[in-house]
């Protein structure tokens, strides 16, 4: 059974960095895609950013594009959120997730629906 167990969460300043992992064991990399949710109070659950979907290169929602960089470490089966620039917005709780690496998959490397499971989260709290 796959289990995606997240950390590094926190509260931090507008403006300051945070860098969150997946420790992800039950399932490999290799036919897997790996990416992030989040939930802000009051909102639904949005997509945040893909890596490894098919064909593509990672893909980032527009609202952190060019401030969060996700990453994998394969030999520590580890996938990481850095965030950079953080805004109040960003506050949330992030989840990592995981979806089938597929051909069909691929329209989808941008939308929530990706993922079948994610794990429990970890709070992000940016203030002002």
């Known amino acids: 059974q796959v289990q995606l167990v997240e950390s590094g969460g926190g509260l931090v300043q507008a403006g300051d960095s945070l860098r969150l992992s997946c420790a992800v064991s039950g399932r490999s990399f290799s036919n897997s895609v790996m990416g992030w949710l989040r939930q802000a109070p009051g909102k639904e659950r949005e997509f945040v950013s893909a890596i490894n979907c098919f064909g593509r290169g990672p893909s980032y929602a527009e609202s952190v594009k060019g401030r969060f960089t996700i990453s994998v470490d394969n030999a520590k089966n580890t996938v990481y959120l850095q965030m950079d620039g953080l805004k109040v917005e960003d506050t949330a709780v992030y989840h990592c997730?995981?979806?089938?690496?597929?051909?069909?998959?691929?329209?989808?490397?941008?939308?929530?629906?990706?993922?079948?499971?994610w794990g429990q989260g970890t709070q992000v709290t940016v203030s002002s």
């Open positions: 997730a995981i979806g089938y690496r597929t051909s069909d998959s691929r329209a989808y490397c941008d939308r929530s629906d990706l993922f079948f499971n």
